[in-house]
């Protein structure tokens, strides 16, 4: 069985789990802005939206004060501490529930993992000036995702010899550092990045292979909801992609995936329960 220690909750991922996307961001490409009222976190907006992704059957919840959407504008971490520590602080009071944080400011991760995060989702893999020593010092699993470039400039022609092989030895190299600076490997999660620097066809492929990334042995989270692959495949505008969404979900729990990422969480609970009803039919 495969749990990870998150703080002071257990997650068990010996079935695949649903992390829920609270963005508490002015600009995230597709809900961004919901949950800011002139700028300004709505903590009562936060909390009734994290209420009913737990209610739908999020065992997560990854909160985010910086949108990573290509060209999104960077913020300061004064900003950013602002904008996420009063929802971490709240969630945690409010609810049974592990809080992930997608950052990759050393200072928003130490606040938050005393603001009582269980999780740590840097979409940079902790490159950033003690981001690292942030990591090991939180005690706090860690989530690593391949990018190539960033977020500014990253989808600007990108181009790879062999994306599947160019994205696991990026994740075996970076999971080799993490330990070195002493992150224990059974904390560590891989991500294959989809939409990070990657074509639709880069993206289709890394969902067709994904299992040879879970094979590797990590636990793997898969973040594809609305992404731009779906829409390119379907032709759908990103408020159109609930169905195309669910599939690549339930494709990547089906390929091995413990943790996915979502924007529409009850949707993409009913069919990941339908699959194990499937699956543990007699
Ligand atoms: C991912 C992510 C985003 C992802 C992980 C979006 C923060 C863009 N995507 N974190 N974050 N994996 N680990 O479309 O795929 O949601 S933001």
Known sequence: ??????????????EPVVMGILNATPDSF???????QQGRVNIDAVLARAEQMIRAGAQILDVGGESTRPGATPV?????????????????????????????SPEVMTASAEAGAGLLNDVRSFHREGALLAAVSSGLPVCIMHMQGDPQTM????????VVDEVM??????????????????????????????????????IRRLPEIVAAGYPVLAGLSRKSVIGHVLNRKVDERLAGSVSASLLAAQSGAKILRVHDVEETVDVLKFWQAVAAAE
């Open 1 to 14: 069985m495969t749990v990870l220690t998150c703080g002071d909750r257990i997650l068990d991922l010996s």
């Open 30 to 36: 597709s809900d961004g802005g919901q949950l800011l």
């Open 76 to 104: 300061v971490v004064d900003e950013e501490l602002q904008r996420v520590i009063p929802v971490v602080e709240a969630i945690a009071r409010e609810f049974d529930v592990v809080i992930s944080v997608d950052t990759s």
């Open 155 to 162: 989808q600007n022609k990108p181009a790879y010899e062999s």
């Open 169 to 206: 030895d990026f994740l075996l190299t970076r999971s080799d550092e993490l330990q070195a600076a002493g992150i224990p490997k059974d904390q560590i999660l891989f991500d294959p990045g989809y939409g990070f620097g990657k074509t639709p066809e880069h993206n289709l492929q890394l």
